[in-house]
């Protein structure tokens, strides 16, 4: 399976900037996911990352507040903008090789908003 | 109504017992049931893969899913501490290229030495 390297690994930021997470994957992949994780939360979707089309967002995730990239079949990066308390939380990469339902995940980027 | 109910826990438990991790869901177009597992700082990781009703095993874990009761579990034979991680249930509906998946909240297992 897929190996997916994620960094930051974990970053303070103030209350109004922006963080950018960059995921590579070390083969060529489908489809590229974007999740976040809250504690006492399940996993939540925010979008997916298509190579030469823009990203499909989930209800409740915008592409102003999240805007995503992914330039080539292995790296996409997501943007968290306008830092406010309540993004604080862990975002995780994800990707399926051949389209099956089976994910692959990095280890994730916590983020802390001050 | 969540789509997917897991009970949080924390689960504590001796080594060697026996582990039940279990969830129920509402959609009944899911056909795709999946039990991952993650370490603290680390990302999910898949344990198991099933598709529709049925028991599947591998080694230690045994998933098993009964859709007339929409119910999935997962059972750990002979828990050791290396298991004492958070357990997410997953599921997704089937039929045709890729379908979004739905996490449960997951479940976090302690096994004590």
């Known amino acids: 399976s897929a190996v997916i390297s994620q960094k930051p690994s974990r970053d303070i930021c103030q209350r109004g900037t922006s963080l950018t997470i960059q995921c590579q994957v070390d083969s060529q992949v489908t489809m590229m996911f974007w999740y976040r994780q809250q504690p006492g939360q399940s996993l939540t979707l925010i979008a997916t990352a298509n190579q030469g089309s823009e990203a499909t967002y989930e209800s409740g995730f915008v592409i102003d507040k999240f805007p995503i990239s992914r330039p080539n079949l292995t790296f996409s990066t997501l943007t968290v903008s306008n830092l406010s308390p309540e993004d604080s939380s862990i975002y995780l990469c994800?990707?399926?090789?051949?389209?099956?339902?089976?994910?692959?995940f990095g280890a994730g980027s916590r983020l802390t908003v001050l | 109504q969540k789509e997917v109910e897991q009970d949080p826990g924390p689960l504590s438990v001796p080594e060697g017992a026996i582990v039940s991790l279990n969830c129920t869901y509402s959609n009944s177009a899911f056909q795709y049931f999946m039990w991952y597992r993650q370490y603290s700082r680390k990302g999910p990781e898949l344990l198991m893969y099933?598709?529709?009703?049925g028991n599947k095993e591998d080694g230690r874990f045994t998933a098993q899913v009964d859709k007339s009761s929409k119910y999935i579990s997962l059972f750990i034979r002979d828990s050791q501490p290396s298991d004492s991680a958070t357990y997410l249930c997953?599921?997704?509906?089937?039929?045709?290229?890729?379908?979004?998946?739905?996490f449960g909240t997951g479940t976090k297992l302690q096994v004590i030495p």
């Open positions: 099933t598709y529709s009703s």
């Open positions: 997953a599921m997704s509906e089937g039929s045709g290229g890729y379908q979004k998946v739905t």
């Open positions: 994800s990707a399926t090789v051949s389209g099956a339902n089976v994910l692959t």
